[in-house]
């Protein structure tokens, strides 16, 4: 698979442009403030639907304009497959092969991207919400039924959370609530700590080679909850422990156990070095971990 070209309107300082591009490397050179990373960030929607720069997609939309698009043509298994996204400011249409679509998940295992960039030394040394990013972005584009657990998870907390602020809360609706928590919690878990045992297999390769084996990258899964190995055991010990914690969660007016709380420890020969690593030490963990996407998608794929 490979991009062939992408035509741009009004999509950052693009008025319009179209690119197209080899089937094997390419460079992208100019000026500052030219729109190198615009160009990155208008390919990589294609993949998941958002920016990997910013959250809100009217920013993509150029100064002064009502609206942007960006329409990408790559090549998959010898055909070509059209995506477009055009972003006003009411919202985003997505259209692939000319049909409209509903939902970023169905942009899904269309186009697969991995962007490496000087943020992403936050995904090793910043709080555990930018490793969390990290993962939930890499298993979305794996496996489309994560996107929609993700999603119901995200609903349901919010929910909860909602319910814990008001003045009389009550534990029965609370635990009607718990039942959907632990049921998508659970599918969140399992997905989360099998991608992190391939990601450490596979970095692990790669950081010795970098470092020509003075450096061994081991990741390890730090769940908020307790991993088990069935489904059902998973959903069960994360339904007690919601209980057991409720009147502390009352307290706090949030919830305080779940994945939304978990993290990714990152170590070189023993050495946590979210807190004590070197910048050296965690530039390559984070290469490591990007070209660690990269065979990733390879293997579950074939892309």
């Not at 309107?9 to 190198?36: D, L, M, P, S, W």
Request: hydrophobic share 35%; proline share 1%.
């Amino acid at each position: 698979m490979y991009v062939k070209k992408i035509e741009l309107k009004n999509f950052r300082n693009y008025e319009e442009e179209a690119v197209e591009f080899h089937n094997k490397v390419n460079i992208i050179t100019g000026k500052n403030a030219q729109g190198k990373t615009n160009l990155l960030e208008s390919l990589y929607i294609m993949s998941l639907g958002k920016s990997f720069r910013t959250s809100k997609d009217t920013e993509m939309i150029g100064f002064e304009k009502e609206f942007c698009r960006a329409k990408s043509t790559s090549v998959k298994e010898g055909r070509e497959l059209q995506i477009e996204i055009t972003i006003g400011k009411e919202g985003k249409t997505t259209k692939i092969n000319g049909i409209k679509t509903a939902k970023n998940i169905d942009l899904l295992e269309n186009v697969y991207m991995v962007v490496f960039s000087p943020e992403d030394l936050k995904i090793v040394k910043d709080e555990p919400e930018k490793r969390r990013k990290f993962i939930d972005r890499e298993l979305c584009q794996l496996k489309p039924v994560y996107y929609r657990s993700l999603g119901r998870y995200k609903k349901i907390l919010q929910q909860r959370n909602s319910l814990l602020k008001q003045q009389e809360i009550k534990e029965d609706i609370i635990a009607v609530w718990d039942e959907s928590l632990a049921e998508y919690g659970a599918k969140i878990i399992q997905e989360r700590s099998r991608f992190i045992e391939k990601l450490n297999r596979i970095s692990r390769e790669i950081s010795r080679s970098i470092t020509n084996g003075k450096e061994v990258l081991v990741l390890s899964y730090e769940a908020n909850a307790e991993c088990r190995e069935s489904y059902e055991e998973q959903k069960e010990s994360l339904k007690k422990l919601l209980n057991k914690n409720l009147k502390s969660d009352i307290l706090r007016r949030s919830t305080s156990v779940g994945p939304h709380k978990d993290d990714m420890k990152i170590c070189v020969e023993g050495v946590d070095i979210r807190h004590f690593g070197s910048q050296g030490q965690q530039r390559t963990a984070a290469l490591s971990l990007k070209l660690a996407e990269i065979r990733l998608i390879e293997e579950e794929t074939n892309i």
